[in-house]
């Protein structure tokens, strides 16, 4: 079970508008779980709104008396059954920092994958495209109206969740997410680790990619023991990535435990924070960089970024500590 964020999170979203939206057979399948997610953010202080398409007969009143006694604190809205559901959603006159669609399954590429994230200038770019790339029919053409109205300012984010128990919650406070987050505005910090939440939200994103066997786990005690070694980056003042700065000789870094969170992959967070952290260790006086991965996506960023492979003899001590990984160099 994913670790939740809720202090960290709720003081990026307390006092906003969350908005979610789920069609009449999805809400009568996950009844339950919707309403306890939406309470959950009412207690956390959003402001939460509920769309549905349930269709208005006699037999349906129990729905709507249950909607009204379990949400007091949320504005229901119905939307007319006849009326294209997410059209209908997408032109509501609010201004929303967060629009949930709550469906069957995940968005999905052709292959069968969930996509994490979308930035809405790469469908501006390529809408064909991305209409050919998504297996979720109903998305397809729906996708460019989710983009122009972030772009319009109307929506901050829009989120596609595939409806299960805790699927807002794991989606709005964890690290990793749970369905596909849109935006226009993933504007990325880089600093110095600072906190305890930075050391917690480090130990979550290195725990990920132990998991999949591209980092050596370093506990609490080994981050509070380096946290002057370790930088973060941070969207929405929530840290999505990391990187530990290992001092090689006095012209040599080692970029050393790089980890973006699964969320933000394939958003270019791994390059901004690599470039950052060269600009910064060049204040430090240092021109020459290495790095040890087998993780093929690190290798692929690195060879853009201009690193090469190498088995150079003034680094065959660190080399020694890692024999089976991969080294890569660039020199300033």
Same mark, same amino acid.
């Given at each position: 079970?994913?670790?939740?964020?809720?202090?960290?999170?709720?003081?990026?979203?307390?006092?906003?508008?969350?908005?979610?939206?789920?069609?009449?057979?999805?809400?009568?399948?996950?009844?339950?779980?919707?309403?306890?997610?939406?309470?959950?953010?009412?207690?956390?202080?959003?402001?939460?709104?509920?769309?549905?398409?349930?269709?208005?007969?006699?037999?349906?009143?129990?729905?709507?008396?249950?909607?009204?006694?379990?949400?007091?604190?949320?504005?229901?809205?119905?939307?007319?059954?006849?009326?294209?559901?997410?059209?209908?959603?997408?032109?509501?006159?609010?201004?929303?920092?967060?629009?949930?669609?709550?469906?069957?399954?995940?968005?999905?590429?052709?292959?069968?994958?969930?996509?994490?994230?979308?930035?809405?200038?790469?469908?501006?770019?390529?809408?064909?495209?991305?209409?050919?790339?998504?297996?979720?029919?109903?998305?397809?053409?729906?996708?460019?109206?989710?983009?122009?109205?972030?772009?319009?300012?109307?929506?901050?984010?829009?989120?596609?969740?595939?409806?299960?128990?805790?699927?807002?919650?794991?989606?709005?406070?964890?690290?990793?997410? @749970?369905? !596909? $987050? *849109?935006?226009?505005?993933? /504007?990325?910090?880089? %600093?110095?680790?600072?906190?305890? =939440?930075?050391?917690?939200?480090?130990?979550?994103?290195?725990?990920?990619?132990?998991?999949?066997?591209?980092?050596?786990?370093?506990?609490?005690?080994?981050?509070?023991?380096?946290?002057?070694?370790? @930088?973060? !980056? $941070? *969207?929405?003042?929530?840290? /999505?990535?990391?990187? %530990?700065?290992?001092?090689?000789? =006095?012209?040599?870094?080692?970029?050393?435990?790089?980890?973006?969170?699964?969320?933000?992959?394939?958003?270019?967070?791994?390059?901004?924070?690599?470039?950052?952290?060269?600009?910064?260790?060049?204040?430090?006086?240092?021109?020459?960089?290495?790095?040890?991965?087998?993780?093929?996506?690190?290798?692929?960023?690195?060879?853009?970024?201009?690193?090469?492979?190498?088995?150079?003899?003034?680094?065959?001590?660190?080399?020694?500590?890692?024999?089976?990984?991969?080294?890569?160099?660039?020199?300033?």
């Amino acid at each position: 079970m994913p670790r939740l964020y809720i202090d960290e999170y709720t003081r990026a979203l307390s006092g906003k508008i969350v908005s979610t939206a789920c069609r009449e057979g999805v809400l009568r399948d996950y009844f339950d779980e919707i309403m306890a997610d939406i309470k959950f953010l009412n207690r956390q202080g959003m402001k939460t709104l509920l769309y549905h398409n349930v269709a208005n007969r006699f037999s349906n009143q129990k729905i709507f008396r249950t909607l009204d006694d379990r949400l007091p604190d949320t504005r229901i809205v119905r939307v007319p059954p006849d009326v294209d559901f997410y059209a209908h959603v997408l032109d509501q006159e609010e201004t929303v920092h967060k629009l949930i669609f709550l469906e069957r399954k995940p968005l999905l590429d052709l292959n069968g994958q969930k996509i994490n994230a979308i930035h809405t200038q790469g469908v501006a770019t390529d809408i064909q495209d991305w209409g050919d790339l998504i297996a979720n029919v109903n998305y397809r053409g729906i996708l460019s109206r989710i983009c122009d109205q972030i772009e319009a300012g109307r929506y901050d984010r829009v989120h596609i969740l595939p409806a299960a128990k805790n699927a807002i919650k794991h989606e709005l406070f964890t690290i990793e997410g @749970f369905g !596909t $987050l *849109i935006a226009n505005n993933f /504007v990325e910090r880089f %600093e110095p680790l600072a906190t305890e =939440e930075d050391v917690r939200f480090i130990k979550g994103i290195l725990k990920l990619y132990k998991h999949e066997g591209f980092l050596k786990l370093r506990n609490e005690k080994y981050l509070r023991a380096h946290r002057d070694c370790f @930088f973060v !980056t $941070l *969207i929405d003042d929530i840290v /999505v990535g990391c990187v %530990e700065q290992k001092v090689i000789d =006095e012209q040599t870094v080692e970029i050393a435990a790089l980890a973006i969170s699964t969320r933000f992959r394939n958003q270019r967070v791994g390059v901004f924070t690599v470039k950052a952290f060269m600009e910064t260790m060049q204040q430090q006086g240092f021109s020459r960089f290495i790095s040890l991965t087998n993780n093929v996506k690190l290798e692929g960023l690195y060879r853009t970024l201009g690193f090469k492979p190498c088995t150079l003899p003034e680094y065959q001590a660190r080399q020694a500590l890692s024999p089976d990984v991969q080294m890569y160099y660039k020199k300033i």
